[in-house]
């Protein structure tokens, strides 16, 4: 089955670049997304890509996908304490043999991203 | 802006009680999802609904059901709620673009069944 695998802890200090890695499973995949989870609240959508691109940039954000390889990281340059939270990296599975669920979504296990002062 | 609201933020429940989760969405989406989320589980989809009257089960649908009478709102239902159901529930929205697929989510409830 589908599975989206990311490691579950980042630190690092204010002002450092964060990456977040994530592998997906699903090579028929036509979009991938990042969501961020502040502290007691829902899912935000941050950025998504298109599986035909390999980079998109937005802001201080940089998507990276090598589908060869299915892996998709999440840069975030000037990393700052405002940016501590939790990353979710999703993807959505294109394909009638996913029991018949087209649209649902894949989630990761999420990244906590603490950034230290 | 698409707006996802979900009717409590906390609720705090004793064991066998009937709980309802309520969750509206105001963009016209056709989409509709329940998730729980727990530590280092990440998200699971518990029911979903792709249309009025219309639902099918999740990952996790044991010891839930929906309610989806109107396109606009979807209810999350515990019949009889167990010390293990105590989590946070997440609800989110999305159009009918398979292809597509941004979900929008609400807040959160975070349920404590004691």
């Known amino acids: 089955g589908e599975d989206v695998e990311q490691s579950l802890f980042l630190s690092v200090r204010e002002g450092d670049s964060s990456v977040i890695n994530c592998t997906y499973t699903?090579?028929?995949?036509?979009?991938l997304y990042w969501y961020k989870q502040e502290p007691g609240a829902g899912l935000q959508l941050l950025t998504y890509?298109?599986?035909?691109?390999d980079m998109k940039q937005d802001q201080r954000l940089t998507v990276l996908l090598n589908k060869k390889d299915k892996h998709l990281s999440l840069r975030i340059a000037d990393t700052q304490t405002g940016d501590s939270a939790i990353y979710f990296c999703?993807?959505?599975?294109?394909?009638?043999?996913?029991?018949?669920?087209?649209?649902?979504?894949?989630f990761g296990k999420g990244t906590k991203l603490s950034v230290k002062p | 802006d698409v707006k996802v609201t979900q009717s409590s933020r906390y609720l705090v429940k004793r064991t066998g009680e009937k709980v309802f989760l309520e969750c509206v969405q105001d963009?016209?989406?056709?989409?509709m999802f329940w998730y729980r989320q727990d530590p280092g589980l990440g998200l699971r989809l518990i029911y979903f609904?792709?249309?009025?009257?219309?639902?099918e089960k999740g990952d996790i649908p044991e010891g839930y059901s929906v309610s989806r009478e109107k396109k606009e709102r979807f209810s999350l239902i515990l019949e009889s709620a167990s010390t293990n159901q105590t989590s946070m529930y997440l609800c989110?929205?999305?159009?009918?673009?398979?292809?597509?697929?941004?979900?929008?989510f609400g807040a959160g409830t975070r349920l404590s069944v004691l």
């Open positions: 989110a929205s999305s159009s009918g673009d398979i292809a597509k697929n941004i979900q929008y």
């Open positions: 699903d090579s028929s995949s036509t979009y």
């Open positions: 890509i298109f599986s035909n691109m």
């Open positions: 999703a993807e959505t599975p294109y394909g009638a043999d996913y029991g018949g669920s087209q649209g649902n979504l894949i």
């Open positions: 963009m016209d989406h056709e989409n």
């Open positions: 609904s792709y249309d009025v009257k219309m639902k």
